[in-house]
């Protein structure tokens, strides 16, 4: 049995509870048993969206050492099982105590020693490999780094599409939020320049624009303008497109899986230092932080957009991306965590 243990909420953000789906997923259609253990019931339409067997603790995801009797019930009753655990609320003692009745993963970022796991994940554009050598090669710890580990959902897996020989579809998203109507201002920049007027922009909007009304409003008269409120699969979006203008995050690792050339920003500050670490492996054009200075930020996104104009340029940069990313990162964190 793989026990996922993980959580969503309105502090949590849903992408902890869907990698880990993503991951459930493919470790299912292997023959392996899955369950999540959730905090609280707030994942719960998500995982019974995708048909995932859970059990509810009813525990406070902020303090897992009260947890701890539960999870050691739930793990002394299976034989030989693997906990992968995915919450920033782990701790090496929480570690210590489960490690004794199961193989522990640990899924994420969090840049703290977290006791004997029996592997850790973390699928960062921006890794310090030294770092986790000297902490954790003593243990004999499986350490799963880079982006190829990146856990994607079956859709953004194996995807074959070529290089479009032109460009004349444009995603452009921010993902679910635009608090300072980064889009309004992009597509100003974008559809002022006479050498991008034969483009044709499909911008998602998210469920939770502050802006939402002012963008359609100004933009809804644009014929180079396709508006997708609440798209209900992005991989069939991503199809159709030559090119993507988007935040940085998840976002990115399926448009590169999707074969689809990106130029990106951060619309926070924790987004810099992955975009950045996305650029200087060559998978993206990166074009700065919304909150350091937007207009720049705008006027590099069009630069960057008329420099992956031509076919070779964007032939060069999804090569490089899909050699760090092809969507097959679920396959191999299941190897790693089956191998006894």
């Not at 849903?14 to 253990?37: N, P």
């Not at 522990?104 to 770092?131: A, R, T």
């Not at 975009?275 to 006027?299: N, R, V, W």
């Amino acid at each position: 049995m793989i026990f996922f243990r993980a959580d969503s909420n309105p502090q949590i953000a849903s992408g902890h509870i869907m990698r880990c789906i993503s991951i459930a997923s493919f470790c299912r259609k292997q023959g392996q048993d899955v369950q999540f253990i959730i905090a609280d019931e707030h994942p719960i339409s998500m995982l019974e969206q995708y048909n995932m067997p859970y059990r509810v603790l009813n525990s406070d995801w902020q303090n897992l050492a009260n947890e701890l009797p539960q999870m050691e019930d739930i793990l002394l009753h299976m034989q030989s099982p693997t906990l992968v655990v995915d919450t920033y609320s782990i701790t090496k003692d929480y570690v210590d105590a489960l490690s004794k009745h199961a193989r522990v993963y640990y899924l994420g970022s969090k840049h703290e020693y977290l006791g004997k796991l029996e592997g850790l994940i973390n699928y960062s554009s921006n890794i310090d490999y030294e770092w986790y050598r000297i902490h954790y090669n003593k243990d004999g710890t499986k350490l799963l780094l880079g982006t190829q580990y990146a856990p994607l959902r079956e859709e953004f897996q194996s995807v074959e599409k070529p290089v479009s020989p032109q460009v004349k579809n444009i995603l452009v998203t921010t993902g679910n939020t635009d608090p300072n109507n980064t889009i309004g201002l992009l597509m100003e920049n974008l559809l002022k320049d006479s050498q991008l007027s034969h483009l044709q922009y499909h911008v998602v909007v998210g469920n939770s624009f502050a802006h939402k009304a002012e963008l359609l409003s100004t933009f809804r008269a644009s014929q180079q303008i396709c508006f997708h409120e609440y798209p209900v699969k992005m991989s069939e979006l991503m199809k159709e497109v030559d090119l993507a203008i988007t935040a940085n995050g998840t976002t990115v690792y399926e448009l590169i899986a999707s074969k689809v050339p990106v130029i990106s920003f951060a619309m926070v500050t924790e987004q810099i230092s992955s975009a950045e670490g996305f650029a200087s492996l060559g998978c993206i054009e990166y074009c700065g932080a919304t909150d350091k200075d937007l207009p720049q930020m705008c006027s590099n996104v069009v630069s960057a957009t008329i420099k992956n104009l031509p076919y070779a340029k964007r032939s060069e940069l999804i090569n490089k991306a899909s050699s760090h990313i092809d969507g097959n990162g679920c396959k191999r964190i299941y190897e790693q965590l089956i191998t006894l």
